[in-house]
């Protein structure tokens, strides 16, 4: 009986590979030229870490894959980890809180619960995430590098979406809301639904009016926030550190001439951010997200300290980025005991010239292969191209290598 694979997954294929692999290796570079140092964390975690901070909101928290983990007679509860940065906050308090600044960045898998099975369950992401340093700053530095990593995939163009945290819980405060009813109105807000609105908007005209200048009205400049500031400051005072803040960030984004959108339905996944919440879209598909979470580290068990941070979603990108031209591959073949040598040393070198070398284990369609390469003894080979039926002898390996440059540049 065929067993599929579960509910949720994906497999991996060699052409998929390629891609992951092409996102992995930019992420990287680009990371560790920003002065960032790579980590891992277990896939599992104790669940008290999620559930005893208040760090998940409660959607996330039911979708969270846990399990009793035995030691003798007793055990604990652990979960696979459905989030990057909260693992890495513990790293951080476990390892490093002696750091004025302490940058670092993974590609790890996600594990979240989806009852049909249709979407995924395993989730690979780039993440990267600032700890200590300032505030406009180090949110400033981490949407750049974010940007950089999409743009060097090739991936174009790129839009910048801007929201603000804590800009949006103390006005939903200020016009009545709180505790889970607050949650669960900016759950709805940020899938785009703003009919849950329509009590809040009922009770005054001037609630109505501010309800649809903060979530129906978009800008890009500094001088939107300032608008913003006019409109809500005077019914809201407790608005204005937040506006400050954005103000500050469009101002650093402006004057290094990025693009960008502020629009308050943007912050999904906003569990445990305080300030500033960004994403990168291309193509209506949302390719990532991070912000500020100065709340989190306190919350895990360290001191005040800020800090931010922000995830690529692999899989997104995977689907948007372009196929890369493969090397060409050669198929050797030692046609008896005395070409395996020589064989084994001309694939070396073909390699090393950037092909793909195979060798012929008894294949029956060489049709994949441009160039055949039979080697039949010392000083015996023989180069066929397929895509003329030309045949060539060659006395060295050198010789053919340089034959197989000159045809590919051509």
């Not at 004057?255 to 500033?276: A, M, P, R, W």
């Not at 070198?349 to 049709?367: N, W």
Request: include cysteine; glycine fraction near 10%; charge should be neutral.
């Amino acid at each position: 009986m065929k067993v599929p694979r579960c509910k949720g997954t994906r497999d991996l294929l060699p052409q998929d590979m390629a891609k992951f692999r092409r996102i992995e290796a930019g992420f990287r570079d680009c990371c560790l030229g920003w002065g960032y140092q790579e980590i891992r964390t277990p896939i599992l975690e104790y669940l008290h870490l999620f559930t005893s901070a208040g760090t998940l909101s409660p959607d996330m928290l039911g979708r969270v894959y846990s399990f009793l983990d035995w030691d003798g007679w007793s055990g604990e509860r652990v979960a696979l980890r459905p989030d990057g940065t909260i693992p890495t906050a513990r790293l951080y308090v476990e390892n490093f809180q002696n750091l004025p600044i302490a940058r670092f960045f993974y590609v790890e898998n996600m594990f979240a619960f989806e009852g049909t099975g249709k979407e995924s369950r395993e989730r690979w992401q780039c993440g990267a995430e600032l700890i200590g340093g300032s505030k406009a700053e180090g949110d400033v530095e981490l949407i750049s590098l974010g940007l950089e990593a999409i743009t060097k995939l090739d991936i174009e163009p790129v839009e910048l979406r801007l929201a603000h945290a804590g800009l949006i819980k103390t006005f939903l405060e200020g016009v009545g809301l709180s505790g889970e009813k607050e949650a669960d109105v900016l759950d709805q807000v940020f899938l785009g639904n703003l009919d849950v609105l329509a009590d809040i908007r009922c009770k005054s005209p001037v609630l109505d009016v501010l309800l649809q200048f903060l979530f129906n009205v978009q800008g890009d400049s500094p001088a939107f926030v300032e608008n913003l500031r006019g409109k809500l400051l005077p019914s809201i005072p407790e608005l204005a550190p937040y506006l400050d803040e954005l103000s500050r960030i469009a101002s650093l984004l402006t004057g290094l001439g990025f693009s960008y959108q502020i629009d308050f339905t943007s912050g999904k996944g906003f569990e445990y951010y305080t300030g500033v919440i960004f994403g990168f879209y291309s193509s209506g598909r949302r390719l990532g997200g991070g912000g500020r979470y100065d709340e989190l580290i306190p919350l895990v068990g360290g001191k005040n300290v800020c800090a931010s941070g922000f995830a690529l979603y692999i899989d997104e990108l995977m689907d948007l980025l372009r196929e890369m031209p493969r090397p060409e591959r050669v198929l050797i073949r030692a046609k008896d005991a005395e070409g395996l040598k020589p064989s084994l040393a001309l694939a070396r070198q073909l390699r090393g010239a950037g092909y793909i070398a195979e060798f012929d284990l008894g294949y029956r369609k060489t049709a994949d292969f441009r160039w055949v390469v039979n080697v039949s003894g010392k000083d015996k080979i023989e180069l066929l191209d397929q895509s003329g039926g030309k045949k060539r002898r060659k006395s060295s390996v050198a010789g053919l290598v340089k034959l197989l440059e000159e045809a590919r540049c051509k």
